[in-house]
């Protein structure tokens, strides 16, 4: 299978006693959701590699989760901090609106015509998402970053997946 198309739910964490479990964390809409996606794969030196989900389980407020043919602890501990994916072609279609990883790689124009740079990730910061927008390199304001709250009709006026352009109200020297 191609791994062009894996969009990143979450992380693995820290290990879980001897026998090989991580702590995991999600970046779906409700944590549990990350087990509706299978497979996973798993982001090793840059490459998204194929692993299977031996089981997972709450333990205190934390997810914690088995891979097949990882049995201890120092597998497991290679594992920390890897990012994991799965392919974007399982997740449902939606009816109306747009999932994050549809909007990473769109470049951001201002409503004066001024290319703000390109979305190369997203925030949830509980009150709205942010989007975390990589500027040009010859940004006229001296931006290498910039962090634009996604409030549709306040500031996020047009998303255009065809072109993959979002127009926002900005102003550039922020």
């Known amino acids: 299978m191609s791994t062009q198309n894996i969009s990143t739910v979450g992380k693995l964490g820290s290990t879980y006693g001897i026998r090989g479990w991580l702590r995991i964390y999600s970046s779906t809409e409700e944590s549990e959701s990350i087990f509706d996606y299978q497979p996973w ?21 934390d997810l914690i989760v088995k891979l097949k043919n990882v049995d201890d602890r120092d597998v497991a501990q290679a594992l920390t901090n890897v990012e994991i994916g799965v392919s974007a072609d399982n997740f449902p279609e939606l009816e109306e609106g747009y999932y994050w990883h549809d909007l990473i790689g769109c470049q951001v124009i201002n409503l004066q015509g001024y290319q703000l740079g390109e ?55 922020f």
């Not at 090793?44 to 989900?53: C, D, R, V």
């Not at 306040?154 to 900005?170: G, S």
């Open 41 to 61: 794969y798993l982001n090793i030196k840059g490459q998204w590699q194929a692993t299977e989900l031996e089981s997972w389980r709450y333990h205190s407020n």
């Open 119 to 173: 979305v190369s990730d997203m925030m949830e910061t509980g009150s709205n998402d942010v989007f975390v927008v990589k500027a040009n390199l010859n940004d006229a304001f001296g931006k290498q970053e910039r962090l634009i709250p996604y409030l549709e009709q306040t500031v996020v006026k047009r998303v255009d997946l065809a072109t993959k352009t979002i127009e926002v109200d900005w102003d550039a020297g």
